[in-house]
């Protein structure tokens, strides 16, 4: 069971719901100053369906860059389990296909508690089909797209862009576009995490072909790009904070500013990653980045429920 447990990669999970939460978040403050109604059923499917997805893209990793030569004896990072030999290729593969599965399961029982049937659930359930198959093929399969440089785009939509402004409109059915601020906020830093972890593994990706963006703008203009992501995220949610001085949709309280208490962990994370000179030591500053990630969420999510 530990070799699962490993292949599941518990730690990538906080960064995974952080979406949900900020979404959730918002949609609660709406509800309790607008429309009156919040379904915590909402929040739960989506949980688990972002923590199924999540493990379904871990282990098609675990596959796919063993498939494709990237998990060697040169690579960075904890050994995976199809790699050691632990978990077998066919077994990976059933795996996947349960989490699959579950997922899709779990997607449409999310989307029918929050929008019962219509012509939107259809819409939402083509969205949440293009999720698991990103998920899947970031790595696995012929022609993974995170081989080709594009995993920073998929992160940046759906740990941000639909996993907030979706999860908003999946509990309240309103847009309103002070919601993409935080949104981007969080695309950005979750992206932030998979640029440090291709700024670890930039000379075995480079020597296994999978051409990702740090492979091909090298590292010196890596750590400039991780410069913008931080700034941008950072940038997004001040000016969401200020929006709440102002007679908007979401007027109102200085309790949004605790958001920004983990400020100064983004900047001594920065600072170390600046500071890198040996790429395989980058590793601790995924988890760093990763947990301030997800510490943002709570006291913004926080901040909202006190507003």
Known sequence: MKHWLSAFRLRTLPLAVSSILVGSALAYFVSRNITGEFKPAVLWFALLTAILLQVLSNLANDLGDHQHGTDNKDRV???RAVQSGAISPAAMNRAMIIFGTLVFVSGCALITVALGFSITTLVFLVLGLTAIGAAVKYTFGK???GYAGLG????FLFFGIVGVCGTFYLHTRLFEWPVLLPAVAFGCFSTGVLNVNNMRDIANDAASGKRT?????GSAKAKVYHTMLLASGIVSMIYFNRLFDRPLLFAGSQ???ISLLTLPGF?????????????RLLDPQLKTLAM???LTAILFSLGLILA
């Open 292 to 294: 301030t990630t997800f």
């Open 152 to 155: 920073d785009v998929s992160v």
């Open 213 to 217: 963006l740090v492979v091909r703008m």
């Open 255 to 257: 309790w949004i500013w």
């Open 267 to 279: 900047i001594i994370h920065l600072k170390r990653v600046l500071a890198n000179t040996e790429p």
């Open 143 to 145: 022609s993974p797209y």
């Open 77 to 79: 990072g904890p050994e």
